[in-house]
C-alpha cells in the first residue's frame, strides 16, 4: 500500500503533466478553481495535496478524470493538447474572417475614392470596425469565449455611437444644420457600457453558481462509485477462499 508521501508526489507529476498538457501555468490554473497559485505550486511539489472536491474541480478544468489525475491510469497527452489545438483554430477562423471585413472596407474606400472622391471614404474602415465586431460576437458566442465576448461587445457600443455620430456630422454638415450637440450621442455608451458590465457580472456569477452545483453532484457520483467498486467484507472472503 502506498504511504502518504507517494500519493501525493504521484498526484503532484500528474497534476504538473495535465497542466502542462492543457496549456496553462499554475496562476491560470489556481484561478480557474478559486485557489491561489502558491496552493497549486504546494500540490505540485508534494507537500499536500487538494481535497477531493478540489481534486475533480482541477480534474474537470484539466480534461481529465480523478483516477488518472491521482495516478490509476494515464490519459494520452494527446488528447488534452486536442483541446488547445481546437482553441487556435477557433483563432485563426476568427482572424481569417477579420480579414475578410477588411478586405471588403478596403475595396469600398478605394470604390468611393474613385466614383465620388469629395465623399468621406475612409468611414468604410470605421464602419469596418463596428462589423468586424459583430462577427467576433458571433464566435464568441458559439465557442463560449466570454471574455472575448465582453470585449468585443464593448468594442461595438462605442463604435456604433461613433459610426453615428460620423455619419450625422457628414450629412448636417452637407444639408447645413449644426452638428455641436451631436457629441452627446456618445453619453448613450455610459448606461450601455455599464449594462454589459452588469450583464457579465451576474452571468459569470451564474456559471460559477452552476459550476458548483455540478461539482457537488459529481463529488455524490464519484463517492457512490467509489463505495460500489469496494467490496464488502463478505466480498472479500469470498474472494479469499
Same mark, same amino acid.
Given at each position: 500500500? !502506498? ?18 498538457? &492543457? ?11 478559486? +485557489? ?11 507537500? $499536500? ?17 480523478? $483516477?488518472?489525475?491521482? $495516478? ?7 488528447? @488534452? ?23 471588403? #472596407? ?8 474613385? %466614383? ?13 470596425? #463596428?462589423?468586424?465586431? @459583430?462577427?467576433?460576437?458571433? +464566435? ?9 465576448? /465582453?470585449?468585443? %461587445? ?5 463604435? &456604433? ?6 455619419? #450625422?456630422? /457628414? %450629412?448636417?454638415? #452637407?444639408?447645413?444644420?449644426? +452638428? *455641436?450637440?451631436?457629441?452627446? %450621442? ?19 456569477? /451564474? ?14 457520483? *464519484?463517492?457512490?462509485?467509489? *463505495?460500489?467498486?469496494?467490496?464488502? !467484507? ?8
Amino acid at each position: 500500500m !502506498e504511504n502518504v508521501s507517494e500519493i501525493n508526489r504521484k498526484i503532484a507529476d500528474n497534476l504538473i503533466r495535465y497542466r502542462k498538457a &492543457a496549456g496553462l501555468t499554475q496562476a491560470e490554473l489556481a484561478e480557474k478553481i478559486n +485557489y491561489s497559485d502558491k496552493s497549486v505550486s504546494k500540490w505540485e511539489s508534494g507537500n $499536500g495535496m487538494p481535497d477531493v472536491y478540489t481534486l475533480i474541480q482541477i480534474a474537470q478544468t484539466l480534461g481529465v478524470t480523478v $483516477g488518472e489525475l491521482v $495516478g490509476e491510469k494515464i490519459a494520452p497527452v494527446t488528447e @488534452i493538447k486536442a483541446e488547445k489545438k481546437t482553441k487556435g483554430l477557433h483563432l485563426l477562423i476568427m482572424l481569417l474572417s477579420s480579414g475578410i471585413v477588411w478586405l471588403v #472596407a478596403t475595396c469600398m474606400f478605394v470604390l468611393l475614392h474613385l %466614383v465620388a472622391p469629395a465623399s468621406p471614404a475612409w468611414l468604410s474602415f470605421v464602419y469596418a470596425i #463596428a462589423v468586424n465586431a @459583430i462577427v467576433i460576437i458571433v +464566435y464568441a458566442s458559439i465557442w463560449k469565449q466570454r471574455v472575448i465576448h /465582453f470585449l468585443a %461587445v464593448s468594442v461595438l457600443i462605442w463604435m &456604433a455611437l461613433t459610426c453615428t455620430y460620423l455619419t #450625422a456630422r /457628414f %450629412v448636417s454638415i #452637407a444639408v447645413g444644420n449644426s +452638428y *455641436e450637440a451631436l457629441w452627446m %450621442v456618445f453619453l448613450l455608451g455610459i448606461p450601455l457600457q455599464v449594462l454589459e458590465v452588469l450583464w457579465a457580472f451576474f452571468r459569470s456569477l /451564474f456559471k460559477k453558481n452552476k459550476q458548483t452545483i455540478s461539482n457537488k453532484i459529481a463529488v455524490v457520483e *464519484e463517492v457512490a462509485a467509489a *463505495e460500489k467498486e469496494t467490496p464488502s !467484507e463478505e466480498e472479500k472472503a469470498e474472494l479469499a477462499e
